[in-house]
């Protein structure tokens, strides 16, 4: 079982930064893919980025050249940087780990982008 713990959201203005962590914990083997989700109020969860153990991403294409997703593997952990928010940018956002096949969420944390 792995647990997952994410931290740093909070309520930043249009144009701000934030950066989301999040660190895993229990029998961790080798994590094989991290991934951030989130989820605006009245829409679907969506995927916003993810990276493999190689060092491979993904990202939305809403997100591209403003969030930047890395991973420590020592660590077992993943961070989001955030740039640019933008109000859009608001719901609440999930970690969200492959460990042998299995899928770990985190309990979210919110993000609200608002001046």
């Known amino acids: 079982q792995v647990h997952l713990v994410e931290s740093g959201g909070g309520l930043v203005q249009p144009g701000g930064s934030l950066r989301l962590s999040c660190a895993a914990s229990g029998s961790i083997v080798s994590i094989y893919s991290w991934g951030w989700f989130r989820q605006a109020p009245g829409k679907q969860r969506e995927l916003v980025a993810n990276?493999?153990?190689?060092?491979?991403?993904n990202y939305t294409d809403s997100v591209k050249g403003r969030f930047t997703i890395s991973r420590d593997n020592a660590k077992n952990t993943v961070q989001l940087q955030m740039s640019s928010l933008r109000p859009e940018d608001t719901g609440v956002y999930y970690c969200h780990a492959i460990e042998r096949l299995i899928n770990y969420w985190g309990q979210g944390t919110q993000v609200t982008v608002s001046s």
């Open positions: 990276i493999i153990r190689d060092g491979k991403t």
